[in-house]
């Protein structure tokens, strides 16, 4: 089955940070496949602008390079030379004036103006104040930028003022890169597009809800980074707090950017203060050869978090009485992620002898195999009494689709393309961020008090014991993780 591609009005988009790990990683291979998908008319320029004193053969090469290294199977597509042939280079200068009356000779005039900022927030206003400056941004560009969006409210809050100076909110694209996967939009497809779920959604028939983002690497490579930012940061702040949103929120009346993110917004608004003893934090230690965190981010002394679980309630209506387990984090048993909405057992069995009960749970499984899994209690085959047992309804999206999972889009191409189309409903408003820090930051704010180090926890594991015993208590279990 083939989805039905919508070419793109014509731009020009300039990737500021075009020579960085996201670019080379993400944003180019990204581009590329839509490129080859045919969704770009011929004229759209692509412009690399970083520091380095590159040329734009050197970019073009470098590029190819890039799609080798992170989409091996497309090394090779003929649609490659022309992709290449759309990219340009400017050498500039964030800070200073170097490069940008060459960024405004490059930009054409009549097409639509995107600005991917893929560098570190302290250039955000720099480069906003130039483009304004320069007269290369206009009122119908887009500016398009990454996490981390600000380390706390202060400083959210500080960088929404200072892009608030040049563009105004509709021009501003706040990246989730999980609001891009296919997996989390169908979040919405599956509760608004169906008549079968939606009125078992609350606290009168859910029991809780499971969100586990497990990885396997550590942090090696991007240390100092994280060594900053640490799990709550880095995963739970955004992606994980997205997840909740569109789990929790209440049907907007239409899918469109004010809609959906005022919903979102009131979830968060609602999210009850975390309890100390509702949230567990660890850091992975070494195992034989394999270095441990401290070594990892070169800092023995570190008491940033690689992981965290937490228990969190929203106090409204709906979600009444029903609690959200969340955790993620790095070198965990498996690469897995997985959103859990485990059902209240039936009331009253009218089966005897027929086994343990078991709730319905709805797993939908954003990776690895993006796809559903309900289970369902049947009758065990066989003469002799009323055996249950539970079994799975399982469905991979891809075989569904009947597609063999490799040509599932990435959430950068569906991003980038929206941030052309103009559609900001899979972006985070400024008003989500900074109510999404107001959660998290007395949080941090206890642990950096207190001093005190994070649960140390095997690679290869579930994570810390004491995050075991967050549900155990409440006579409840974490789903295994697995692939
Ligand atoms: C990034 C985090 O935003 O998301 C990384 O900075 C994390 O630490 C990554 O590994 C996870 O994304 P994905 O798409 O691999 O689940």
Same mark, same amino acid.
């Given at each position: 089955?083939v989805s039905r591609l919508i070419q793109v009005?014509?731009?020009?988009?300039? *990737?500021?940070?075009?020579?960085?790990?996201?670019?080379?990683?993400? *944003?180019?291979?990204?581009?590329?496949?839509r490129?080859?998908a045919g969704q770009?008319?011929?004229?759209?320029?692509?412009?690399?602008?970083?520091?380095?004193?590159?040329?734009?053969?050197?970019?073009?090469?470098?590029?190819?390079?890039?799609?080798?290294?992170?989409?091996?199977?497309?090394?090779?597509?003929?649609?490659?030379?022309?992709?290449?042939?759309?990219?340009?280079?400017?050498?500039?200068?964030?800070?200073?004036?170097?490069?940008?009356?060459?960024?405004?000779?490059?930009?054409?005039?009549?097409?639509?103006?995107?600005?991917?900022?893929?560098?570190?927030?302290?250039?955000?206003?720099?480069?906003?104040?130039?483009?304004?400056?320069?007269?290369?941004?206009?009122?119908?560009? $887009?500016?398009?930028?990454?996490?981390?969006?600000?380390?706390?409210?202060?400083?959210?809050?500080?960088? +929404?003022?200072?892009?608030?100076?040049?563009?105004?909110?509709?021009?501003?694209?706040?990246?989730?890169?999980?609001?891009?996967?296919?997996?989390?939009?169908?979040?919405?497809?599956?509760?608004?597009?169906?008549?079968?779920?939606?009125?078992?959604? +609350? =606290?009168?028939?859910?029991?809780?809800?499971?969100?586990?983002?497990?990885?396997?690497?550590?942090?090696?490579?991007?240390?100092?980074?994280?060594?900053?930012?640490?799990?709550?940061?880095?995963?739970?702040? +955004?992606?994980?707090?997205?997840?909740?949103?569109?789990?929790?929120?209440?049907?907007?009346?239409?899918?469109?950017?004010?809609?959906?993110?005022?919903?979102?917004?009131?979830?968060?608004?609602?999210?009850?203060?975390? =309890?100390?003893?509702?949230?567990?934090?660890?850091?992975?230690?070494?195992?034989?050869?394999?270095?441990?965190?401290?070594?990892?981010?070169?800092?023995?002394?570190?008491?940033?978090?690689?992981?965290?679980?937490?228990?969190? $309630?929203? =106090?409204?209506?709906?979600?009444?009485?029903?609690?959200?387990?969340?955790?993620?984090?790095?070198?965990?048993?498996? $690469?897995?992620?997985?959103?859990?909405?485990?059902?209240?057992?039936?009331?009253?069995?009218?089966?005897?002898?027929?086994?343990? !009960?078991?709730?319905?749970?709805?797993?939908?499984?954003? !990776?690895? +195999?993006?796809?559903?899994?309900?289970?369902?209690?049947?009758?065990?085959?066989?003469?002799?009494?009323?055996?249950?047992?539970?079994?799975?309804?399982?469905?991979?999206?891809?075989?569904?689709?009947?597609?063999?999972?490799?040509?599932?889009?990435?959430?950068?191409?569906?991003? *980038?393309t929206?941030? *052309?189309?103009?559609?900001?409903?899979?972006?985070?408003?400024?008003?989500?961020?900074?109510?999404?820090?107001?959660?998290?930051?007395?949080?941090?704010?206890?642990?950096?008090?207190?001093?005190? !180090?994070?649960?140390?926890?095997?690679?290869?594991?579930?994570?810390?014991?004491?995050?075991?015993?967050?549900?155990?208590?409440?006579? $409840?279990?974490?789903?295994?993780?697995?692939?």
């Amino acid at each position: 089955m083939v989805s039905r591609l919508i070419q793109v009005e014509d731009f020009d988009l300039v *990737i500021f940070g075009a020579t960085g790990d996201l670019a080379r990683r993400k *944003i180019l291979p990204g581009l590329f496949r839509r490129h080859a998908a045919g969704q770009f008319p011929d004229t759209v320029r692509i412009i690399g602008a970083a520091r380095t004193a590159t040329d734009e053969a050197a970019f073009r090469a470098d590029t190819a390079a890039a799609i080798a290294e992170f989409d091996p199977a497309r090394a090779q597509s003929p649609d490659l030379p022309a992709f290449l042939d759309r990219l340009h280079y400017v050498a500039l200068d964030a800070t200073g004036d170097e490069g940008w009356a060459q960024l405004s000779a490059l930009m054409r005039p009549g097409v639509i103006r995107a600005f991917y900022f893929s560098v570190a927030p302290v250039l955000f206003g720099a480069l906003a104040e130039r483009l304004a400056g320069h007269g290369i941004a206009d009122g119908d560009s $887009r500016i398009v930028v990454e996490k981390p969006f600000g380390r706390d409210l202060g400083s959210a809050r500080a960088l +929404n003022e200072t892009l608030a100076r040049h563009f105004d909110e509709g021009q501003i694209y706040r990246i989730d890169h999980y609001l891009g996967k296919e997996t989390v939009q169908n979040l919405m497809a599956v509760r608004f597009a169906n008549m079968l779920f939606e009125p078992l959604w +609350n =606290a009168h028939y859910i029991d809780h809800v499971q969100i586990t983002v497990a990885e396997t690497m550590g942090v090696a490579g991007r240390g100092a980074y994280y060594d900053q930012s640490g799990a709550m940061r880095d995963m739970i702040q +955004n992606h994980l707090m997205q997840l909740v949103c569109l789990i929790a929120m209440e049907p907007p009346y239409h899918f469109d950017p004010a809609a959906v993110r005022d919903e979102k917004l009131k979830v968060i608004r609602a999210l009850e203060p975390l =309890a100390p003893g509702d949230i567990v934090r660890g850091q992975y230690v070494a195992d034989g050869d394999t270095p441990g965190y401290l070594d990892d981010v070169e800092n023995p002394d570190s008491r940033t978090e690689s992981f965290v679980a937490l228990k969190l $309630r929203i =106090a409204n209506w709906r979600w009444q009485g029903v609690p959200f387990y969340l955790r993620t984090g790095k070198r965990l048993r498996a $690469r897995t992620s997985e959103i859990a909405i485990v059902f209240r057992l039936p009331p009253h069995s009218i089966f005897d002898d027929s086994g343990p !009960q078991k709730a319905n749970q709805l797993v939908i499984r954003l !990776q690895p +195999n993006e796809g559903m899994n309900l289970k369902v209690m049947i009758k065990e085959p066989g003469p002799g009494g009323m055996r249950l047992v539970q079994v799975p309804l399982d469905m991979s999206f891809a075989e569904a689709l009947g597609r063999d999972g490799t040509d599932m889009p990435d959430a950068y191409e569906r991003l *980038i393309t929206d941030v *052309i189309r103009g559609n900001q409903t899979l972006f985070m408003r400024g008003d989500e961020v900074e109510a999404a820090w107001a959660w998290t930051d007395p949080v941090i704010a206890a642990w950096e008090a207190s001093k005190t !180090q994070p649960e140390p926890y095997d690679p290869g594991t579930s994570g810390p014991e004491e995050s075991l015993g967050l549900m155990h208590r409440d006579g $409840r279990r974490w789903r295994e993780i697995k692939t």
